[in-house]
C-alpha cells in the first residue's frame, strides 16, 4: 500500500511561522521528486515548492523567501517551512509524488492565517 501523509497545519497569526511534514511510502519516496500544492477556497490547487531527489528546488513567486523546502531521505519525508505567513496564504497545503498518471497525493492539511 501506497501512504502520503501531511501534517503540520494548522491556526497561525500573520508573520507567524509553521512547518509541514509529508511522510511517504519509500517505494514512491525514494529517488523521486516531491511537491508541496496548495487550494484555498474558491481558487485552483497551486504549486508552491517542489525538490528533486538531488535537491534541485523550486518555488513559486509569491512564496520566494518566505518558504524552505527540504527532504530527509533517510526518512522519506518532506518539509516546508512557512514564515512571514499572511492571510493569503491560508489554504489546505497537500503533498505529491508526481508519479504515474495522476501522481500520488495525501489527504491534505489546513492552513489558516488569521489574528
Known amino acids: 500500500q501506497v501512504n502520503v501523509v501531511e501534517s503540520g497545519g494548522g491556526l497561525v497569526q500573520p508573520g507567524g511561522s509553521l512547518r509541514l511534514s509529508c511522510a511517504a511510502s519509500r517505494s514512491i519516496f525514494s529517488g523521486n521528486a516531491m511537491g508541496w500544492y496548495r487550494q484555498a477556497p474558491g481558487k485552483q490547487r497551486e504549486l508552491v515548492a517542489s525538490?528533486?531527489?538531488?535537491?534541485?528546488?523550486n518555488y513559486a513567486d509569491f512564496v520566494k523567501g518566505r518558504f524552505t523546502i527540504s527532504r530527509d531521505n533517510a526518512k522519506n519525508t518532506v518539509y516546508l517551512q512557512m514564515n512571514s505567513l499572511k492571510p493569503e496564504d491560508t489554504a489546505v497545503y497537500y503533498c505529491?509524488?508526481?508519479?504515474?498518471?495522476?501522481?500520488?497525493w495525501g489527504q491534505g492539511t489546513q492552513v489558516t492565517v488569521s489574528s
Open positions: 525538490i528533486t531527489a538531488y535537491m534541485y528546488i
Open positions: 505529491k509524488v508526481p508519479l504515474g498518471p495522476r501522481g500520488y
